[in-house]
């Protein structure tokens, strides 16, 4: 879960000290305390500097400063992160929610820029780009035959607000190209995949991270399912890393009554801040579920344990990844950035859900592999909890604390042990990229088919699924689907119905079938 690191929890607040690794700060403070450390950054200035000016090759002292910054942090914990420039602005401008941009989701394919799907309503949406459509060239910037790497691409689509740049496009359903002038504006990075009703009175919302978005998403979707008429809610954060804290705490507002606590946090020097719910909820009665698995962490922890230790709620699912502790960044110059763990948080009665990680980093990441060795992910029983780990909600349900949320109701993965490694694979872009090089060849097959045709095209056909499994083996991946094929071939028609009817049509084929909906559905 190694990719979690990027969507850490936050409290900015650039009052993080780290002067005495990335050029120092001078201390102006008198006392042992400040000399010692002074001392301390000076050594490490003076032997930067010493490599720098004296050394007999050549040296990137940056990068000896980098794997110092990295040598640090890694004496922590897992969590406490170096962010290198190269990352970071990826990294923010993901959390922000938005860019500036043409707004189309596109990949290498062969040695051209192919056009996946154009994001709706956005810039290039508006000025005609199709899926399938190849940018030839942004101005005069020759994009194909050439093997540019993604931030390269990124920098000619990106500029600013209200720039125009002209796209020469060749359009394979029409066998030409054609020039397209378009206006660079705001494109936004939904945290909310989908709000849709699973039946009359049933709403669901998926989030799939916490971004400074995220809260106004879940608002306006819960708007649309409760006018659509729903009185039950299912909030899946399945495969959600976490983010932005308060976003979380914001989203546990509207399900909890006023004055409930929702999470309080305890930092170095014990002082404890307790955040409570408040008046404002727009979904204070009716049912609430929460959806989670193995990949669930940080924030979305945070949320589910609100739920659970208030009795508001029946979490479902498989046991949370197990994060409980709290960052703060600090920006430098250069646009890397620190995140340093500053605090822990526990849920309203009182448990940590912080794994252990006394064992060093890779000894951390690799409890989530024993999860599947021991076979947790299958049954119930298999979850190792220590008894004095147990805590009591105010109804007097057990609850445990030690290592991630513990679900009320368990679902085990949907396929058999030793092919877990097919639900991964589903939800990948490997998949993503299969789909569009197969509409890229066959688009025309698809063309005017109502959506209830398409999905009754899709159930018939095993062309599909077979091709997938060649392509697999073409790509090197030596993985036999044969066991897991009714799951294989959902995921697929899923995706073709995203790159053929849009976001909303994927989650309606995949939610049908879905076992942890289907629990939800019984009770």
Known sequence: MKNEVKYLPIIIGATLALGIIIGGWLNTFNGDHFLIENSSKTKINKLIDFIDNEYVDNVNTDSIVNITVDNILSQLDPHSVYIPPSEQAQVAENMKGDFVGIGVNFYMYKDSVAIIRPIENGPSAK??????????????????????????????????????????????????????????????????????LLNDSTGYIKINRFAETTFAEFKSGLAKIKNQGAKTLVIDLRDNGGGYMEEAIEIADEVLKDKQLIVFTKNKKGNIKKTYATKK???????????????????????????QDNDRGIIVGRRSFGKGLVQREID??????????????????G????????????EYFKESEIR????????????????????????GKIVYGGGGIVPDIFVPLEVEHGNENTVYLMKSGFVVNFVFEQLDKNRIDFKGLS??????????????????????????LDLNLSKSKAIVKRYLAAEFARQLYGESSYYEIVLKEDAMVKAVLKK
């Open 127 to 196: 000025a005609g780009v199709k899926a399938g459509d190849r940018i030839l060239y942004a101005d005069k910037t020759k994009l194909f035959g050439r093997n540019l790497p993604s931030d390269s691409l990124f920098s000619k689509l990106k500029g600013e607000q209200g720039s125009v740049v002209e796209l020469t496009i060749y359009r394979k359903s029409a066998g030409k190209q054609i020039k397209l002038k378009i206006k660079r504006g705001v494109v936004p990075l939904k945290s909310v995949d989908a709000a849709v």
């Open 281 to 307: 909820g727009d979904f204070e009665s009716g049912k609430v579920f929460v959806l989670q698995n193995e990949n669930s962490a940080s924030a979305s922890e945070i949320l589910a344990g609100a739920i």
């Open 451 to 476: 959506f209830t045709q398409f999905e009754n095209k899709m159930g018939k056909t095993d062309l599909y699924f077979s091709t997938f499994q060649k392509y697999l083996f073409k790509n090197g």
């Open 351 to 362: 448990r940590s859900i912080q794994k252990p990680y006394v064992k060093g980093n890779e």
């Open 372 to 395: 599947f060795q021991n076979g947790e992910l299958y049954e119930k029983d298999s979850i190792k909890i220590a008894d004095s780990l147990k805590f009591k909600t105010p109804k």
């Open 332 to 349: 430098f110059e250069d646009g890397s950035a620190v995140r340093m763990t500053v605090a822990r948080y526990y849920t309203p009665t």
